[in-house]
């Protein structure tokens, strides 16, 4: 039997990067994912391919920020499926700048995303998780969310509230036989990755002590222990997969 066989996982932001391994992880472990995201075309393709592999992808076209579109997709996750076992707050967007020059929009569109989204679908799962006394929820945080970044104000706010939304969740839920947890990401091998100029590069990899840059995989493989059966004891737990970058 499949490590999560009959489970139904919910995982946000899921056409590419860290959802979408996150996604094909939990699709290969047996698990039903109800694939979100705004990007149509890059899900349902990411959905089409879980299903070619023999897996079971639902695509669903959300926007984490709506409130009221949360909670429809999720109603309907619920009654199609019968339950909501795992939910991964991964869905996020940068609008980097230095706080000075900052506009109040991109402050706005970050936080909207990232931390409200999470807020979104936490709310939205509880319901049922509650219901069946099971659940794990995992916030996808930032090593920059711990140690704070230049030019990115906003999403390490947004990042450093996704943890505090786990803590204080992992407080509220426990009781109800739910974990929540947060995996801290350093830097992942990505388009963003790709573009920096090498100087840049090297820079980054000089304060890694391990000297090279994660790949989606490493993201999902922690994320892969929080939500299974293993961890069942961990809860308001900050998982920092960096590569010693932030210790």
């Known amino acids: ?15 590419q990067g860290i959802g979408e391994a996150i996604a094909r992880d939990l699709a290969d472990g047996g698990a039903t994912v109800v694939l979100v995201d705004v990007q149509r075309d890059k899900l349902e393709a990411v959905a089409g391919s879980i299903a070619a592999a023999g897996g079971r992808a639902d695509a669903r076209i959300v926007d984490v920020g ?16 019968g339950r909501i076992d795992h939910l991964v707050n991964n869905a996020g967007i940068t609008r980097d700048g230095l706080l000075m020059r900052m506009k109040e929009e991109d402050w706005d569109a970050v936080l909207r995303v990232n931390l409200k ?12 998780m509650i219901g069946a006394r099971y659940g794990r929820i995992v916030n996808i945080a930032s090593v920059v969310g711990l140690m704070g970044s230049a030019g990115q104000t ?3 706010a947004s990042k450093a509230g996704v943890i505090a939304l786990a803590r204080s969740l992992a407080r509220e839920v426990g009781s109800r036989g739910i974990t929540v947890n947060a995996v801290a990401p350093g830097f992942i091998v990505s388009a963003m990755t790709d573009a920096l100029p090498e100087d840049v590069r090297k820079a980054y990899l000089e304060i890694i002590p391990l000297k090279k840059f994660g790949l989606p995989k490493d993201v999902s493989s922690a994320v892969q222990f929080l939500l299974s059966d293993d961890a069942a004891y961990i809860t308001g737990q900050v998982v920092s997969v960096n590569g010693g970058m932030y210790m």
């Open 66 to 81: 709506d409130t009221a579109a949360v909670e429809a997709v999720v109603t309907a996750v619920a009654a199609a499926h």
């Open 154 to 156: 906003n999403y390490s």
């Open 117 to 128: 989204g999470a807020f979104n679908f936490s709310r939205a799962v509880l319901r049922t």
């Open 1 to 15: 039997m499949k490590r999560f066989e009959s489970r139904v996982s919910i995982v946000t932001g899921a056409s």
